[in-house]
Structures are given as structure tokens and as C-alpha cells.
């Protein structure tokens, strides 16, 4: 069985999860792996500079109440975030662990995904700038690059924004256009993404905004030539597995906890 351990030297630890995979954990390790993770994510996303004000949310379901999920709290820099600053919010939108408040628009998204996708660990939501732009578009992402092709037929868009998202009705249509895919287009809105792992969808995340900003500066330039059916159906089965986005995230994890270790505690 693999051993966890905990980052102290940038991929000491790669080539383990590489050849094994994730090791086998308690729930309350699991737990403490999940929420590690999420605080990294935070201020992995405060350096891409998917941080806007009071908008963004990740969630990672909790493994022990699969009903409850923890969040960033509303009004905390993506940057500043810890591990002991996230919150633990249940179905009914009550903060159950955790000295702060929720974003009723993460609650509203993001329980009706945890809700819908037994299968979702994570979700991952932000306005970032180049998924705000494409989503205004109104179309899918085009399977330009190798990288985009990750999210070939396997992403969705939702095309009725109608404001703010507050209600959970609202939360609940996303999930509906969200089904079984990895991500989703939120037209006028962003990009959301989901994965098994926060691993997943925090690089699905990363990714898809990188993507989103390619196709926009392709599409400035001339006229894209899209990647043949065949061969981006093909990529996507290469590039755009569950393991792809944990062993894309670990680089990341690694450097993130090695310059901002605080982010730990």
C-alpha cells in the first residue's frame, strides 16, 4: 500500500502516484487530502488571476457526510486562503464547520451538482477573464489544439443566464445541462468543471480557461483549422482522463505548498 505523505522536495513523490496511482486513504484522510487540496487550488487560481471580488467558488464533497461539501468563505482573497479557513456547508446551506459565511451563489451552483453527480468530488467555478469572454459567445469550445481536445464532447453549455445565480432552481437547471460531462459553458457567466478528484477538477479548470484562451486569440488571428474528427475523439480518450488531471495538478501542488506552505495550516 502507498504511504502518504506530504510535499518536501518538487516531484518527490511523482513518479509513485505515477506508477501506482493515488495511495489508499482513511475517510479522515481523505478528508485532510481533499481540503489540502482545495486550499491549494485557491491560491493556485489567485496566481492565474481567476479572482474576481466576491465571485468564485471550489468545492470538495467531504467524504465522511457526503451530503456536506467544503467551500471557500465568502469574502476571503482566493490568496489568503488556508486550509483551516474553509467551511463545511450541509444540503440546507448551514455552515457546519467553520467560523464564516457561505456565497449563496456557491451554495446555489454547486449543491445541485454535488446533488445531481454522485460520482463529482469537486466542482470548480470562477469568473475568470478568458471563460467570461468565450461564454459570451454562446458556443462550444473547437477541437483546435491537443489541449482542447480534452474537453472534446465532453463539455456542455448552458444557455439561459437569467442573473445571479440564488436560487437553487437555478443550481439545478445548471446541473441539468452540466450531466454527465466534465465541464460547462455558462453562457454571459463562465466556465465551471468537475472531476472525481479537486486534483481533476482544478487542472480541468486551468486547462479549459488556457483552452478558451487560445481559441479566442486563433480566432483574432485568422480562421482556426479545427483537428480532424477521428483524431480528436482519439486525444481525447489520451488526454482528458480523471489520472491526466491529478498527474497535471501534482507539479503544481508541489510548487504552490513549497513557496506558500502556509496555505497548510
Given at each position: 500500500m ?5 510535499p518536501s522536495?518538487?516531484?518527490?513523490d511523482?513518479l509513485?502516484?505515477?506508477?501506482n496511482?493515488?495511495?489508499?486513504r482513511?475517510p479522515e484522510?481523505?478528508?485532510l487530502?481533499r481540503k ?7 491560491r493556485l ?6 479572482d474576481?471580488?466576491l465571485?468564485g467558488?471550489v468545492?470538495a464533497?467531504?467524504?465522511i457526510?457526503?451530503?456536506?461539501f467544503w467551500v471557500?468563505p ?6 489568503r486562503i488556508?486550509v483551516s ?7 440546507e446551506?448551514e455552515v457546519v464547520?467553520?467560523?464564516h ?9 454547486h449543491?445541485a ?15 475568470s477573464?478568458?471563460g ?6 454562446g458556443r462550444?469550445?473547437?477541437p483546435?489544439t491537443?489541449d482542447?481536445c480534452e ?7 448552458f ?7 440564488l436560487?437553487?432552481?437555478?443550481g ?8 454527465q460531462n466534465k ?8 466556465l ?5 478528484t ?6 480541468r ?7 478558451a484562451r487560445?481559441?479566442l486569440?486563433?480566432e483574432a488571428?485568422?480562421?482556426?483549422q479545427?483537428?480532424?474528427?477521428d483524431?480528436?475523439?482519439l486525444t481525447?480518450?489520451?488526454v ?8 497535471n495538478?501534482?507539479p503544481l501542488w508541489d ?8 496555505l497548510?495550516s
Amino acid at each position: 500500500m502507498n504511504q502518504i505523505s506530504t510535499p518536501s522536495r518538487p516531484g518527490e513523490d511523482f513518479l509513485d502516484l505515477l506508477r501506482n496511482g493515488p495511495p489508499v486513504r482513511t475517510p479522515e484522510e481523505e478528508q485532510l487530502h481533499r481540503k489540502r487540496r482545495l486550499a491549494a487550488t485557491f491560491r493556485l487560481f489567485a496566481r492565474y488571476g481567476f479572482d474576481q471580488g466576491l465571485a468564485g467558488h471550489v468545492t470538495a464533497r467531504d467524504p465522511i457526510r457526503p451530503d456536506h461539501f467544503w467551500v471557500n468563505p465568502l469574502g476571503f482573497h482566493f490568496s489568503r486562503i488556508r486550509v483551516s479557513d474553509l467551511i463545511l456547508v450541509n444540503e440546507e446551506g448551514e455552515v457546519v464547520e467553520g467560523g464564516h459565511a457561505v456565497n449563496r451563489a456557491a451554495f446555489a451552483i454547486h449543491s445541485a451538482i454535488h446533488a445531481a453527480r454522485p460520482d463529482v468530488v469537486a466542482a470548480a467555478h470562477t469568473h475568470s477573464t478568458h471563460g467570461k469572454a468565450w461564454s459570451t459567445l454562446g458556443r462550444f469550445l473547437d477541437p483546435l489544439t491537443q489541449d482542447s481536445c480534452e474537453f472534446f464532447e465532453s463539455h456542455a453549455l448552458f444557455d439561459e443566464f437569467t442573473g445571479v445565480v440564488l436560487e437553487q432552481a437555478e443550481g439545478r437547471r445548471i446541473a441539468d445541462a452540466l450531466g454527465q460531462n466534465k465541464a460547462a459553458i455558462l453562457k454571459n457567466h463562465g466556465l465551471l468543471t468537475v472531476g472525481h478528484t479537486v486534483e481533476a477538477a482544478a487542472w480541468r479548470f486551468i486547462s479549459m480557461d488556457n483552452v478558451a484562451r487560445a481559441q479566442l486569440l486563433a480566432e483574432a488571428a485568422g480562421t482556426p483549422q479545427l483537428i480532424p474528427y477521428d483524431v480528436a475523439k482519439l486525444t481525447a480518450t489520451q488526454v482528458g482522463s480523471e489520472r491526466g488531471g491529478i498527474l497535471n495538478f501534482h507539479p503544481l501542488w508541489d510548487k504552490i505548498t513549497a513557496e506558500e506552505p502556509d496555505l497548510l495550516s
